[in-house]
C-alpha cells in the first residue's frame, strides 16, 4: 500500500471515537446559523482534547488516553441511505488529486525504471469518509451514542422548560419502540445540558442566571453556558479570522447542505437482511412536542428523484464529480463561522474539554465498573451454572469448529441485557478510552460465547476488534492475530453477506500488515474483497494492493502494472476519468512494448487524447495510430471510437500543414502480396441464348491445378503450330498476375487494353472504413500518357487504367480518403470530441492520404549463395510494358445445353467475334476432351448454318430407305484422316474452319458444333483453349489465348455391353471359315427424374478396316426396338470379314461402315456427326491398348508365332448404336438423338459402351506381391490355344434304324476342323470316352465311335479339314455327340492343349426304334 500521513496507531483510534448526541432548540439552531454552521459543525474543529486525560480501571489503575477525539452529531432517526454514502464517497475521491507539480519517486525494478507517486491521499479521504459514515448496528456498539447534548438558547422565554422538553424528547426517541434509530449505548444516557449565549445579541446577566439555576437543577458537572457569536454578521468582512470548518466541511458539503432542507423525507423499505440497516421508522417530518426540529432526517438522505437503489455497495454514481462541482460552486460565497472570534473559537474549546473531563469520562468509567460487577456477579452464579451444565453434558472441553461447519446464524439476535452483549458493551467502552488490554481479554471472551452459540454475526464483531486490539495493545505482548480477521472477513462476506463490515476490516487488516511490512498478505486481502457490486470500491482496493506489489522487499512490476490497469478499468467504470488516466499513465512504463496490447491500448487511447486536449497533436497522431496499427483485441464499439478520434485529430494536424506531401496512412492495412493485376476488358455478360466465353476474370479464384491444365493446353497448341516443337522463348500466357504466378518478367499487355489491379484491403479493425476517391499512383515512360482510373470500393478495390501508349508503365500505390461510417456513439465514458457530434459532420470526417504497393518478390533459392543468405526476386506484376496493337477474340456459344443424357448428340453454334482492329488467323482450339465436341469433318455438310433454320431438324445426316433393305447392311465407308484422325495427327488440337482461315476486325461468323453427352454421369468441367494469332506478325506477342470452361450435368441413358464369338457354321457363302456372331444387350438404366419415355433403338452401325455386320439374326416382326424404363433389350447380329478389295486399302485408315437400320431413316454413320463422335471415341480408346502392348514388347524373346496365336484370338469390329429419346418437357414432345459405342477386341469377351468401375483401392493394398511377378509370361494362355482350332460336327438331328432286325445301329459324322490361326497346327482327335462316372455314363449312354479311336493331323494357316466318323448305338434315346477331345499343339512347340468344348451348344442325335 503507498504511504499514509497518519500511522495505523493513529488511524485507529481516530476511527472508533465516543460518538455524542446533539438535541438543539429551534432558536439554538438559529444562533448557530448565523455563522453558516448546525451546532454539531461548529464543535467539529475543536473536538480532539489537546491534552492528556487520566481516567481508572476497574481494578482502580490508573489509565492515560492520549489524543482523544469525541464525534458530535445532529440525531437523526432514520439510517443513512446506501445510495447517498455511495454519492458521498464518489465525490470524496474525485475531489481528491495529486498535487501539482509532486515530485514521484524513482523505483528501479531489474529493466525498469517506474515514477511512482508515493500518497495516495485520494484513498486516505475515502477512507476516512468511509469509516465515519458507517451506519450503527445491533451487534456492535462503537458507534453508539454514549451522551446527548441538549442545547437550548438563552434568548429562548423559557429555557429551563426547554431543557426538560428536549430531555423527555431524547428520552421518547431511546426508549419508544417506534424509533429503532439511532443505537444508544446505555439505557442511562449521559445527559449533558447547554446553554448557547450569543454575546453580540443577548442578555448576558439573563444568560448567567438561567445557568445558576442549571446547575442547582443538574449540577455542576452537567451543564455549560456557552457564550458564541461575539460580532455582528455585516462586521464580519472587516477582519479575516481562519476558517477551520472548511476542511471538515468540504468533505461532507453534501452532508452538510442537505441537512439544512426541510424536503420531506424518503422511506425505503430495506430489503436487506443485515442487522445492521434495519427498517425505517415510517416517521413523517411534521412538528413533534412543538419541537421543530429536523432530526428526523439523515444527512445521508437522498432526495426523492435520487438513486432508489439501497445497497451500500451497488453500482457507483458516475456523475459525482459535476455534483461536486456544483456543490461547490454553491458553498464557493459563504464564509463559515463569520460571527465568531478566535475567543469563541478557544470558548468551544474549553467547553469540549470540560465536557470530557466532566461528563462523559466519568460517565464511561462509571459504566464500566458497573458492566464489569455485573458480569463478576454473573459469571459467580448463572454464567459458572451455565458452563457446570455445559461441560457434564458434553465434556469438559468444546471443540473449535471451521467457519464452514457452523451453521447460517447470523440472523439470531441477543436481547440488550443478555450477559454476552455485556461483555462486547464493556470490550467496545474499553476499546474507546484506549484501553487496549482489557478490551482484548473481554472481546477473547466474548467471541467464544458467540461462537458457541453459532451467533456468526457477532462472532465476526469480536473477532475483528479483539484482532485490532492485540495488534495495539501497548509493549505488543502478543503478535498480531491475522487469522482472526480472516476468520472475520469470510464471515462478514460470506455468511452474513455484509460487504460493507467486510470493508472495514480489510481497510483496517491491511493497513496493519503493512506496518508490519507483510505486504503479500495486504495485497491479497485487498484483492480478496474487489468483486462486481462497487466499482469505486474495487478500484481503491486495487490500487492499494498495485502499491503492496511494488513496495516488496523485491518489486513485483509487472504484477504492479497489472493491477493498475486493472483499478485504472474499475476507476473508469466508476465515472472517475482523472484517476483512471492516472493509473493508465503509471502503469504504461511496464507495459510499453512488452506486447500486453489490450493494456496498451487502453493507455495509449486516454494518452492519446490527453495529448490532443494539451494540444500536442503530433504525440496524439502516434498514441492513435499505435491504438490502430497493432493487431487490436477491442470490441467493435471501442475500436470505432478510437478511429473516430485518431480521424479528428489528425485532420486537425493536416489542417496545420494543407499543402504538404501525402502522409501515409496506417488504415487499411494492404496486404501487397495479394495485388493482383488482370490485362484486358471485362467479361460480357450473357445475352439470351448468347452465353460468353468464360475467359478469366478477377473474381476467378486461383487453381493451381486448373492453372497447370491450361498450361499444358497452352503448350501443346503451340508445339503443334511449331511442328512439335516448343519454342525455347515460349512462356504461357497469363492474363492475371497473383502471387502464384511467374512475376520475374515484365508483363506484356497491348494498347487501348484496360489493366486493372486489385488492392487486397485488410481492415484490421471490427469497424467498417469508408474509402472514397480511390486512385492509382503510377508513372510512364518514356511518353507521358493520359491514364482515365476509377474505382469501385470493397475489401478488394479494382481500379483500371488504360494505356493509350506503347511504353513502360510503373504503378506505384493508392491515394484515398479515409473515413468512419455515419453516426456516432459513446463507448465507456468516451463521448465524441467536440466537431464530431452531428452526423453531418461525421459524415465529413474522413482524411486523404497514401500507401505504397510495395511487392516483396519470392526468395532465391538456387545457387548455394542464395541458400546461405536471404535474397529475393523481383516481383514485376505492377510494372507492365504496353506493346503494339493485336486481335482480340471473343466466341459466343448459342443453344449450348447445360444438360444431356449420357452419349446425346446435340448441335449448338458458335460464334466468333474479332472486336479488336486487327485480322487474326491460325484459329484452333484445344481441349483434353476432343470426343465432347467436333466442327464437323471435310466432308461435313455444313447446313443449315444459322441456329433458327436448324431447330427441328435431326443433328445426323439421314437418307429414306425402303423396306426391303432391313435386315441386310448397307455398306459405306470413310477415311479417319478426313476426321482429323489420322496417324501422327494430334487429336485434341483442332483447326476452326474460318471462311479463308480469317477473321477481319469487327467480322463475326457462326460455325455448327456438335456435342455428345459424355459417357460417365456426374458434373463434367471441360476446358475449351481457342489460340489465335495476328496476320502481321509480332515480335514481342506471338499469340492470343481465350479460355472458356463449359459445365455439363449428364444423367444416365443406356448402357450397351457386347460380346462376339465365332459362328459355329464355320463356311461361309464363300467356303472360308471366319464368320462371327455379335450380341449386343442394351439396358435402359436412365432414371425417370430426366423425363425420358422411352428410347428407341434406330440403328446399330458397326465400323472396322476387316469386319463388317451382315444382317439381324433374330430380328423380330416388330421393327421398332423400344426400350422403356429399365428394360432391357438382346440383339443379334452376323458379322463377316470385308473383301479383300475393301481391306486392300488399309494403309490408307479406310473404316468400312455398316448400318442395320430398325426404321425407316438410315442415319449415315460414315458422315458427320456420326464418324466425328466415333473416331474421336476410338482414338481415346487407342491411347490404353498401347499401354498394353508396349508391355508385350519389353521382353525380345516374344516370337511371331506366339503374336500370331494372339491375333487368332483378337477383332477389331467396333458396334455404334444409334436411339432417339422421346422426352416430355412443358406438355412438349421432344426427340433427343444420341450414340454409344463399344469397342470389341477379344472373342469372348465381353465390353461396354461405359466405363468399368474399378474395384475399390482399399481391397487391393491388402494384397502383397513382388512387382516382378507382374511382368506378362511370354507364353500364351489356355484360353488362346484354346481357341486355335474350332470344331462342328455334322451328323442328322433324328436317325430311323429297325433294331429289331439288326442291333447295332451305324449313323456317319463329320467332324469339321478348322485353323483359325495364321501358323502351322498339329491337331490330335481323341475320341474315347474321357470319364466314367454314372452322371456321364447316363449322357452318353451306350453308344461309342467305330474306327480308329485317335487322329493325327497337320492343319496349314486357317485350313479347314473335315474327319468323316462312325457312330454306333445299342439302344433307341436322345445322345449327345460332342464326346470328341481335340488337342492341338503349334508345330514348332512341344506343349498341347485341349481345345475348347462347344459346350454351350450341345451335339444331340435321336435314335428311333423302325
Known amino acids: 500500500m503507498a504511504q499514509c500521513v497518519q500511522s495505523v496507531q493513529e488511524l485507529i483510534p481516530d476511527s472508533f471515537v465516543p460518538c455524542v448526541a446533539a438535541l438543539c432548540s429551534d432558536e439554538a439552531e438559529r444562533l448557530t446559523r448565523l455563522s453558516h454552521l448546525s451546532f454539531a459543525e461548529l464543535l467539529k474543529p475543536f473536538s480532539r482534547l489537546t491534552s492528556e486525560v487520566h481516567m481508572r480501571d476497574p481494578n482502580n489503575q490508573l489509565h492515560v488516553i492520549k489524543n482523544l477525539k469525541i464525534a458530535v452529531s445532529n440525531i437523526i432517526t432514520q439510517p443513512p441511505q446506501p445510495g447517498a454514502i455511495r454519492k458521498l464517497l464518489n465525490d470524496v475521491v474525485s475531489g481528491s488529486q495529486p498535487a501539482e507539480g509532486l515530485v514521484a519517486n524513482v523505483i528501479t525494478a531489474g529493466d525498469y525504471d517506474l515514477n511512482i507517486s508515493a500518497t495516495t491521499p485520494w484513498f486516505e479521504s475515502y477512507r476516512e469518509t468511509f469509516l465515519q459514515s458507517m451506519p450503527a448496528s445491533d451487534h456492535e456498539f462503537l458507534n453508539h451514542y454514549l451522551a446527548c447534548m441538549l442545547v437550548a438558547s438563552s434568548s429562548e422565554a423559557e429555557p429551563m422548560e426547554q431543557f426538560s422538553k428536549l430531555s423527555q424528547e431524547q428520552h421518547r426517541i431511546q426508549h419508544n419502540n417506534d424509533y ?839 458434373v463434367h468441367e471441360i476446358n475449351f483453349l481457342f489460340y489465335y494469332e495476328s496476320v502481321k506478325k509480332q515480335p514481342k506477342i506471338r499469340h492470343r489465348i481465350l479460355r472458356h470452361t463449359a459445365v455439363i450435368c449428364t444423367s444416365r441413358s443406356l448402357n450397351v455391353r457386347a460380346t462376339v464369338c465365332r459362328s459355329n457354321s464355320l463356311e461361309d457363302e464363300e467356303g472360308r471359315g471366319g464368320n462371327m456372331l455379335v450380341f449386343v444387350d442394351v439396358e435402359n438404366t436412365n432414371t425417370s427424374e430426366a423425363g425420358v419415355k422411352e428410347f428407341h433403338i434406330v440403328q446399330v452401325s458397326s465400323s472396322s478396316k476387316h469386319w463388317k455386320l451382315q444382317k439381324s439374326v433374330n430380328l423380330s416382326e416388330n421393327k421398332d426396338a423400344k426400350l422403356a424404363n429399365r428394360e432391357k433389350g438382346k440383339f443379334c447380329f452376323k458379322a463377316i470379314r470385308c473383301k479383300e478389295e475393301e481391306v486392300a486399302t488399309q494403309s490408307s485408315e479406310k473404316y468400312t461402315f455398316a448400318d442395320i437400320i430398325f426404321g425407316n431413316e438410315q442415319i449415315v454413320s460414315s458422315a458427320s456427326p456420326c464418324a466425328d463422335f466415333f473416331y474421336r471415341s476410338l482414338s481415346s480408346e487407342l491411347k490404353k491398348p498401347q499401354a498394353q502392348s508396349s508391355r508385350h514388347t519389353e521382353k525380345q524373346s516374344i516370337e511371331d508365332t506366339m503374336r500370331l496365336i494372339q491375333k487368332c484370338n483378337e477383332v477389331d469390329l467396333n458396334i455404334v448404336v444409334l436411339w432417339k429419346a422421346y422426352v416430355v418437357e412443358d406438355s412438349k414432345q421432344l426427340i433427343l438423338e444420341g450414340q454409344h459405342h463399344v469397342v470389341l477386341r477379344t472373342i469372348g469377351k465381353e465390353a461396354f459402351s461405359y466405363p468399368q468401375k474399378r474395384e475399390p483401392p482399399e481391397m487391393e493394398l491388402l494384397k502383397f506381391f513382388r512387382p516382378e511377378n507382374t511382368t506378362v509370361s511370354s507364353r500364351p494362355s489356355v484360353e488362346q490355344l484354346s481357341n486355335l482350332i474350332k470344331t462342328s460336327l455334322h451328323y442328322p438331328e433324328s436317325f430311323s434304324h429297325p433294331f429289331h432286325q439288326k442291333s447295332l445301329c451305324l449313323v456317319p459324322v463329320t467332324l469339321l476342323l478348322a485353323n483359325c490361326s495364321k501358323a502351322d497346327v498339329d491337331v490330335i482327335v481323341d475320341l474315347r470316352h474321357k470319364t466314367t462316372s454314372p452322371e456321364a455314363l447316363e449322357i452318353h449312354g451306350s453308344f461309342t465311335w467305330l474306327g480308329q479311336t485317335q487322329y493325327k493331323l497337320h492343319l496349314k494357316s486357317q485350313e479347314l479339314h473335315s474327319l468323316q466318323l462312325k457312330a454306333c448305338f445299342v439302344h433307341t434315346g436322345v445322345y449327345n455327340l460332342g464326346t470328341p477331345r481335340v488337342f492341338a499343339k503349334l508345330s514348332d512347340q512341344v506343349t498341347v492343349f485341349e481345345t475348347s468344348q462347344q459346350s454351350s451348344m450341345p451335339a444331340l442325335i435321336i435314335i428311333n426304334n423302325v
Open 180 to 1018: 429503532s434509530y439511532p443505537k444508544w449505548f446505555i439505557p442511562n444516557t449521559l445527559k449533558y445540558y447547554v446553554l448557547l449565549h450569543d454575546v453580540s445579541a443577548g442578555d448576558e446577566q439573563r444568560a448567567e442566571s438561567i445557568y445558576e439555576e442549571m446547575k442547582q437543577k443538574y449540577g455542576t458537572q452537567g451543564c455549560y453556558l456557552l457564550k458564541i457569536n461575539s460580532r455582528t454578521p455585516n462586521r464580519a468582512s472587516d477582519e479575516q479570522i481562519p476558517d477551520p470548518w472548511s476542511q471538515y466541511l468540504q468533505k461532507n458539503s453534501i452532508q452538510n447542505q442537505e441537512s439544512y432542507e426541510d424536503g420531506p423525507c424518503t422511506i425505503t423499505s430495506n430489503k436487506n437482511s443485515d442487522s445492521n440497516l434495519l427498517s425505517l421508522d415510517g416517521l413523517d417530518n411534521e412538528v413533534k412536542d412543538g419541537l421543530p426540529n429536523n432530526f428526523r432526517t439523515h444527512p445521508l438522505q437522498l432526495d426523492p428523484s435520487g438513486d432508489s437503489s439501497n445497497n451500500i455497495d451497488g453500482p457507483d454514481h458516475v456523475k459525482s464529480a459535476s455534483s461536486l462541482h456544483e456543490t461547490k460552486k454553491a458553498n464557493a460565497g459563504i464564509i463559515h463561522g463569520a460571527c465568531l472570534t478566535l475567543t469563541d473559537h478557544d470558548r468551544i474549546r474549553q467547553f469540549i474539554q470540560e465536557f470530557t473531563f466532566r461528563g462523559l469520562l466519568p460517565h464511561i468509567e462509571k459504566t464500566i465498573r458497573q458492566l464489569n460487577d455485573q458480569l463478576i456477579s454473573r459469571k459467580g452464579l448463572s454464567r459458572s451454572l451455565f458452563s457446570a451444565t455445559k461441560k457434564w453434558f458434553s465434556g469438559s472441553k468444546v471443540p473449535e469448529k471451521s467457519i464452514n461447519e457452523l451453521k447460517n446464524t447470523s440472523g439470531l439476535l441477543y436481547p440488550p441485557e443478555a450477559p454476552e452483549l455485556q461483555i462486547r458493551k464493556m470490550a467496545d467502552l474499553c476499546f474507546l478510552v484506549q484501553h487496549y488490554d482489557l478490551a482484548y481479554s473481554c472481546y477473547h471472551t466474548a467471541k467464544k460465547d458467540f461462537l458457541n452459540d453459532q451467533a456468526m454475526l457477532y462472532a465476526a464483531g469480536a473477532l475483528e476488534m479483539a484482532a485490532v486490539s492485540a495488534f495495539l495493545q501497548p509493549g505488543a505482548p502478543r503478535p498480531y492475530p491475522a487469522h482472526y480477521m480472516d476468520t472475520a472477513i469470510q464471515t462478514y462476506r460470506d455468511i452474513c453477506k455484509n460487504m460493507v463490515l467486510a470493508e472495514r476490516c480489510v481497510l483496517l487488516s491491511a493497513e496493519i500488515l503493512k506496518s508490519q511490512s507483510k505486504y503479500s498478505e495486504a495485497a491479497a486481502l485487498l484483492i480478496r474483497l474487489t468483486s462486481e457490486d462497487s466499482d469505486l470500491r474495487s478500484a481503491l482496493l486495487l490500487e492499494q494492493a498495485a502499491h503492496c506489489f511494488i513496495n516488496m522487499k523485491s518489486p513485483m512490476v509487472r504484477k504492479y502494472a497489472f493491477h493498475m490497469i486493472l483499478a485504472g478499468h474499475r476507476f473508469s467504470k466508476a465515472g472517475q476519468k482523472k484517476h483512471a488516466l492516472r493509473c493508465y499513465c503509471q502503469a504504461m512504463q511496464v507495459y510499453k512494448g512488452k506486447g500486453w496490447s489490450l493494456a496498451e491500448d487502453h493507455i495509449n487511447f486516454t494518452i492519446g487524447r490527453q495529448s490532443y486536449t494539451l494540444r500536442q497533436l503530433d504525440n496524439a497522431v502516434s498514441a492513435f495510430r499505435h491504438i490502430l496499427i497493432n493487431e487490436s483485441k477491442q470490441s467493435a464499439a471501442q475500436q470505432g471510437a478510437f478511429l473516430r478520434e485518431y480521424l479528428y485529430v489528425y485532420k486537425n494536424v493536416s489542417q496545420l500543414s494543407p499543402d504538404g506531401p501525402l502522409p501515409q496512412l496506417p488504415l487499411p492495412y494492404i496486404n501487397s502480396s495479394a495485388t493482383r493485376v488482370f490485362f484486358g476488358h471485362d467479361r460480357r455478360p450473357a445475352d439470351g441464348e448468347k452465353q460468353a466465353a468464360t475467359h478469366v476474370s478477377l473474381d476467378q479464384e486461383y487453381d493451381s491445378e486448373s492453372s497447370q491444365q491450361w498450361r499444358e493446353l497452352e503448350e501443346h497448341v503451340v508445339a503443334v503450330v511449331n511442328r512439335g516443337v516448343l519454342p525455347s522463348n515460349f512462356h504461357p500466357t497469363e492474363y492475371c498476375l497473383n502471387s502464384y504466378s511467374d512475376n520475374s518478367r515484365f508483363p506484356l499487355t497491348v494498347v487501348e487494353e484496360p489493366i486493372t489491379v486489385e488492392v487486397a484491403f485488410r481492415n484490421p479493425l471490427k469497424v467498417p472504413l469508408l474509402l472514397t476517391d480511390l486512385s492509382l499512383l503510377w508513372k510512364f515512360q518514356p511518353k507521358d500518357v493520359s491514364g482515365k482510373e476509377n474505382g469501385e470500393v470493397k475489401e478488394l478495390a479494382r481500379l483500371k487504367l488504360f494505356p493509350h501508349h506503347i511504353g513502360e508503365l510503373h504503378i506505384l500505390g493508392v491515394v484515398y480518403n479515409l473515413g468512419t461510417i455515419q453516426g456516432s456513439m459513446t463507448v465507456d465514458g468516451i463521448g465524441a470530441l467536440p466537431g464530431c457530434h452531428t452526423g453531418k459532420q461525421s459524415l465529413s470526417m474522413s482524411v486523404r492520404g497514401r500507401q505504397d504497393l510495395e511487392i516483396q518478390g519470392p526468395r532465391l533459392n538456387n545457387t548455394k549463395e542464395e541458400k546461405t543468405s536471404i535474397k529475393y526476386g523481383p516481383d514485376r506484376r505492377l510494372d507492365p510494358i504496353i506493346t503494339e496493337e493485336m486481335p482480340l477474340l471473343e466466341v459466343f456459344f448459342i443453344h449450348f445445353p447445360t444438360g444431356l443424357l449420357c452419349g446425346e448428340i446435340r448441335k449448338a453454334y458458335v460464334e466468333f467475334v474479332n472486336v479488336s482492329k486487327c485480322p487474326l488467323t491460325g484459329l484452333k482450339v484445344v481441349s483434353k476432351r476432343p470426343e465432347f465436341f467436333t466442327f464437323g469433318g471435310n466432308t461435313a455438310v455444313l447446313t443449315p448454318l444459322s441456329p433458327s433454320a436448324s431447330e427441328n431438324c435431326s443433328a445426323y445426316k439421314t437418307v429414306v430407305t425402303d423396306s426391303t433393305s432391313v435386315c441386310t447392311a448397307l455398306i459405306s465407308s470413310a477415311s479417319s484422316v478426313d476426321f482429323g484422325i489420322g496417324i501422327g495427327s494430334q487429336p485434341e488440337v483442332i483447326p476452326v474452319p474460318l471462311p479463308d482461315t480469317v477473321l477481319l476486325p469487327g467480322a463475326s461468323v457462326q460455325l455448327p458444333m456438335w456435342l455428345r453427352g459424355p459417357d460417365e454421369e456426374g
